[in-house]
C-alpha cells in the first residue's frame, strides 16, 4: 500500500501553529488584543526566513547521504522549533535558537541507521522530528557541545505497510501524519481513534517517542495502550519486539522506547491496535454553578462503568473562552460512541448522573449515528478546541502571555491543585505585569483515581521580554505542582522545558538506571541531547 499523504498547496508557519492561511489578520489580532487590558496598539510583524541570517551548514554529509538532506534555510528554519509560546515569541522576535546544519528525510530504516552512523563519527547531534507540534522543547537544540545538528525528518516514512483485520492490528511507519493514518486505515473499515488536539501536524512516531494523550477521556486514552510491538534504530543496533497480545516476559522492551523522545533510538514502525469506526454517537453539555460539585460528578462518571469518549469539565472561564456558557457556569462535554450498539442509554445515564450534583442539562450533540455534534455547547467547544492555536498565536503577536500548561494528580489533590494554580500564577502574572492574568483550568482526562487538569493563562506580556516572564510564571507553576506531587506533564512531554520538574520527580535509581541505558544505546551523545538525561 502506498502513503496517501494528502497534497496540499497550503504552507506550513515556520513560526507558528499550523497553515500560514489559518492564522488571524492583523485587524483579528488587534481585535483580541483589545480584550486583554496591556497589550500592544499593533500586531508584531513576522519576520521573513531572510531576516534569520542563517549562514552556511558547519557540515556537509558524503554523497551517499546527500538526496537524503536538504541545507534550504526555509527548510532548516522550520525545523529549529517546536510550536510553544516561548517558541513563537522567540521566532517573533528574530530569535529562534540554534538553526539546524541539515535537515534529513530518510526512506528507510537503513537509511537512518546510516545517518545515525555517520553522526556518530562527527559528533552531529540528531534531533528527531515528527509533525514538529512539540510545545516543550522537545526538537530543538540548546548549547554548543556538539559541531553541528541534524533534523532528522520522519514524515517521508509515511505508510502503512501490512494490516491485520483479523487482529485489528496495523504496523505503521512512525513518520505518517495523523490525517493521512486514518485515510490508509478507512477502507478497511478501521481506526486507531487517537486524535490529539496536534492531531493534523503530528506523527505516530512522535506520539509515541512522548506517550501522546488522544480522544478518549476515560478508559483507553495514552498511546502506550495501543502499541502492540515497536521498531527503533539506535547507534547501538536495531531493536524490534515481538508482536503480542500481552507478555509477562520480563520488562517490557516497548516501555523502555515509549516517551524516551528520541534520546534512546528513533523510533520507525510500531504495531498499533485499532478498533471499528464508531457508528453509533451521542453528545451532550451539562452546566454546573458549583465548580467542585461538578469536579464531584466527573469523579462519580470516572469511577462509574459508563466511559464516557468525552468527558471534558470547563471552568467558567473556560466554557466563556470556548463560547460554551456565557452566565459564568462551568460545562461539562459529555460524548460517548460504539461500533455496533447505540449509546443514547449510557448518554442519559450520565446526564442523570451528572444531575444529582446539581448540573443542569444545556444540550445535546449526536444521538446514535445522527451527526448534529456542531450543535450548541457541544459545538462551541469542539470549534474552540481546535481554533484555540491559532488564536493563541495572534494573541502572542499582540504581545500577550497566552499559553497551557497540563498535569495529573490522584482525586484527593485536585480541588486544592487547581485553586493553588490559579491564586499563584495569577498573583505572579499581576506582580510582573501590573495586570491582571486569566488563570481558567479544564480536565481533559478523567480516570477512577485521578484527573488530568489542563490551564490556561492569559496575561499582559512584557515588550521583548515575553519568553522570560513565562519561564517565570512556569517555574512558579512548578512548584506548586512538586508541592501536591502532581506529575509535570501528563501528555505534552517532559522536552527540554520540563527537565527541571521531571528531574525532581523521577526516583534517583532510576536516573541512574536511564543514564546507563542512555550510555549503552548512544554512546557518542548525538540522539536528542538535554532532553531525558544528560
Same mark, same amino acid.
Given at each position: 500500500?502506498?502513503?496517501?499523504?494528502?497534497?496540499?498547496?497550503?504552507?506550513?508557519?515556520?513560526?507558528?501553529?499550523?497553515?500560514?492561511?489559518?492564522?488571524?489578520?492583523?485587524?483579528?489580532?488587534?481585535?483580541?488584543?483589545?480584550?486583554?487590558?496591556?497589550?500592544?496598539?499593533?500586531?508584531?510583524?513576522?519576520?521573513?526566513?531572510?531576516?534569520?541570517?542563517?549562514?552556511?551548514?558547519?557540515?556537509?554529509?558524503?554523497?551517499?547521504?546527500?538526496?537524503?538532506?536538504?541545507?534550504?534555510?526555509?527548510?532548516?528554519?522550520?525545523?529549529?522549533?517546536?510550536?510553544?509560546?516561548?517558541?513563537?515569541?522567540?521566532?517573533?522576535?528574530?530569535?529562534?535558537?540554534?538553526?539546524?546544519?541539515?535537515?534529513?528525510?530518510?526512506?528507510?530504516?537503513?537509511?537512518?541507521?546510516?545517518?545515525?552512523?555517520?553522526?556518530?563519527?562527527?559528533?552531529?547531534?540528531?534531533?528527531?522530528?515528527?509533525?514538529?507540534?512539540?510545545?516543550?522543547?522537545?526538537?530543538?537544540?540548546?548549547?554548543?557541545?556538539?559541531?553541528?545538528?541534524?533534523?532528522?525528518?520522519?514524515?517521508?516514512?509515511?505508510?502503512?505497510?501490512?494490516?491485520?483485520?483479523?487482529?485489528?492490528?496495523?504496523?505503521?511507519?512512525?513518520?505518517?501524519?495523523?490525517?493521512?493514518?486514518?485515510?490508509?486505515?478507512?477502507?478497511?473499515?478501521?481506526?486507531?481513534?487517537?486524535?490529539?488536539?496536534?492531531?493534523?501536524?503530528?506523527?505516530?512516531?512522535?506520539?509515541?517517542?512522548?506517550?501522546?494523550?488522544?480522544?478518549?477521556?476515560?478508559?483507553?486514552?495514552?498511546?502506550?495502550?495501543?502499541?502492540?510491538?515497536?521498531?527503533?534504530?539506535?547507534?547501538?543496533?536495531?531493536?524490534?519486539?515481538?508482536?503480542?497480545?500481552?507478555?509477562?516476559?520480563?520488562?517490557?522492551?516497548?516501555?523502555?522506547?515509549?516517551?524516551?523522545?528520541?534520546?534512546?533510538?528513533?523510533?520507525?514502525?510500531?504495531?498499533?491496535?485499532?478498533?471499528?469506526?464508531?457508528?453509533?454517537?451521542?453528545?451532550?453539555?451539562?452546566?454546573?454553578?458549583?465548580?467542585?460539585?461538578?469536579?464531584?460528578?466527573?469523579?462519580? /462518571?470516572?469511577? %462509574?462503568?459508563?466511559?464516557?469518549?468525552?468527558? =471534558?469539565?470547563? @471552568? $467558567?472561564?473556560?466554557? #466563556?473562552?470556548?463560547? !460554551?456558557?456565557?452566565?459564568?457556569?462551568?460545562?461539562?462535554?459529555?460524548?460517548?460512541?460504539?461500533?455496533?450498539?447505540?449509546?443514547?442509554?449510557?448518554?442519559?445515564?450520565?446526564?442523570?448522573?451528572?444531575?444529582?450534583?446539581?448540573?443542569? /442539562?444545556?444540550? %445535546?450533540?449526536?444521538?446514535?449515528?445522527?451527526? =448534529?455534534?456542531? @450543535? $450548541?455547547?457541544?459545538? #462551541?467547544?469542539?470549534? !474552540?478546541?481546535?481554533?484555540?492555536?491559532?488564536?493563541?498565536?495572534?494573541?502572542?503577536?499582540?504581545?500577550?502571555?497566552?499559553?497551557?500548561?497540563?498535569?495529573?494528580?490522584?482525586?484527593?489533590?485536585?480541588?486544592?491543585?487547581?485553586?493553588?494554580?490559579?491564586?499563584?500564577?495569577?498573583?505572579?502574572?499581576?506582580?510582573?505585569?501590573?495586570?491582571?492574568?486569566?488563570?481558567?483550568?479544564?480536565?481533559?482526562?478523567?480516570?477512577?483515581?485521578?484527573?488530568?487538569?489542563?490551564?490556561?493563562?492569559?496575561?499582559?506580556?512584557?515588550?521583548?521580554?515575553?519568553?522570560?516572564?513565562?519561564?517565570?510564571?512556569?517555574?512558579?507553576?512548578?512548584?506548586?505542582?512538586?508541592?501536591?506531587?502532581?506529575?509535570?506533564?501528563?501528555?505534552?512531554?517532559?522536552?527540554?522545558?520540563?527537565?527541571?520538574?521531571?528531574?525532581?520527580?523521577?526516583?534517583?535509581?532510576?536516573?541512574?538506571?536511564?543514564?546507563?541505558?542512555?550510555?549503552?544505546?548512544?554512546?557518542?551523545?548525538?540522539?536528542?541531547?538535554?532532553?531525558?538525561?544528560?
Amino acid at each position: 500500500m502506498t502513503g496517501t499523504t494528502r497534497p496540499t498547496s497550503r504552507t506550513r508557519s515556520w513560526w507558528g501553529w499550523g497553515w500560514m492561511d489559518a492564522h488571524p489578520d492583523d485587524a483579528e489580532c488587534t481585535a483580541m488584543g483589545a480584550l486583554l487590558p496591556g497589550t500592544l496598539d499593533r500586531p508584531l510583524p513576522v519576520p521573513g526566513i531572510r531576516d534569520l541570517g542563517i549562514g552556511a551548514p558547519a557540515v556537509g554529509v558524503p554523497w551517499t547521504l546527500g538526496h537524503l538532506v536538504s541545507a534550504d534555510p526555509a527548510d532548516r528554519a522550520a525545523h529549529a522549533m517546536g510550536k510553544a509560546y516561548r517558541d513563537v515569541v522567540r521566532a517573533l522576535h528574530g530569535r529562534p535558537g540554534r538553526i539546524p546544519d541539515l535537515v534529513a528525510r530518510p526512506v528507510t530504516d537503513r537509511d537512518v541507521a546510516d545517518l545515525l552512523d555517520w553522526a556518530g563519527g562527527r559528533q552531529v547531534a540528531v534531533v528527531p522530528y515528527g509533525g514538529g507540534s512539540s510545545v516543550t522543547g522537545g526538537i530543538e537544540y540548546r548549547g554548543d557541545a556538539h559541531r553541528a545538528v541534524l533534523s532528522l525528518d520522519l514524515t517521508a516514512m509515511d505508510r502503512v505497510l501490512e494490516v491485520d483485520t483479523a487482529g485489528r492490528a496495523a504496523r505503521i511507519q512512525a513518520g505518517t501524519l495523523g490525517p493521512s493514518l486514518e485515510d490508509q486505515l478507512r477502507p478497511h473499515g478501521l481506526t486507531l481513534r487517537h486524535f490529539p488536539q496536534s492531531f493534523e501536524f503530528s506523527t505516530l512516531g512522535g506520539w509515541l517517542a512522548t506517550r501522546a494523550g488522544g480522544h478518549y477521556a476515560t478508559g483507553r486514552t495514552h498511546i502506550d495502550d495501543f502499541v502492540q510491538s515497536m521498531t527503533v534504530v539506535t547507534p547501538a543496533g536495531t531493536s524490534t519486539s515481538w508482536r503480542l497480545p500481552a507478555s509477562g516476559a520480563g520488562p517490557s522492551p516497548d516501555r523502555l522506547f515509549l516517551g524516551s523522545e528520541g534520546a534512546l533510538g528513533v523510533i520507525t514502525e510500531a504495531w498499533v491496535r485499532l478498533q471499528e469506526r464508531p457508528r453509533h454517537k451521542a453528545s451532550a453539555a451539562v452546566a454546573f454553578t458549583d465548580f467542585d460539585a461538578a469536579l464531584r460528578a466527573v469523579r462519580a /462518571l470516572a469511577q %462509574s462503568d459508563l466511559s464516557p469518549a468525552n468527558c =471534558r469539565l470547563l @471552568d $467558567g472561564g473556560e466554557a #466563556a473562552l470556548s463560547g !460554551a456558557s456565557h452566565d459564568g457556569s462551568a460545562v461539562l462535554v459529555l460524548g460517548f460512541e460504539s461500533a455496533d450498539e447505540p449509546v443514547a442509554a449510557r448518554l442519559e445515564r450520565a446526564v442523570g448522573l451528572a444531575r444529582g450534583y446539581g448540573g443542569r /442539562l444545556g444540550g %445535546s450533540g449526536a444521538t446514535d449515528g445522527e451527526d =448534529r455534534s456542531g @450543535d $450548541g455547547a457541544v459545538g #462551541a467547544w469542539r470549534s !474552540a478546541f481546535l481554533r484555540m492555536p491559532y488564536l493563541r498565536d495572534g494573541l502572542v503577536r499582540m504581545g500577550a502571555v497566552a499559553e497551557t500548561f497540563e498535569t495529573a494528580a490522584t482525586w484527593d489533590r485536585i480541588p486544592a491543585l487547581i485553586t493553588d494554580i490559579r491564586t499563584e500564577v495569577g498573583a505572579a502574572a499581576l506582580k510582573a505585569t501590573g495586570h491582571a492574568a486569566t488563570v481558567n483550568c479544564r480536565l481533559t482526562h478523567v480516570y477512577p483515581d485521578g484527573a488530568a487538569p489542563y490551564f490556561t493563562v492569559l496575561a499582559a506580556g512584557r515588550p521583548g521580554d515575553g519568553a522570560a516572564l513565562w519561564d517565570d510564571l512556569k517555574a512558579v507553576a512548578n512548584e506548586v505542582l512538586h508541592r501536591h506531587r502532581a506529575t509535570i506533564t501528563h501528555h505534552h512531554a517532559v522536552g527540554r522545558d520540563h527537565r527541571p520538574g521531571y528531574d525532581r520527580q523521577r526516583p534517583e535509581p532510576f536516573a541512574l538506571a536511564l543514564r546507563a541505558v542512555k550510555s549503552a544505546l548512544d554512546p557518542y551523545g548525538i540522539l536528542n541531547p538535554g532532553v531525558l538525561v544528560d
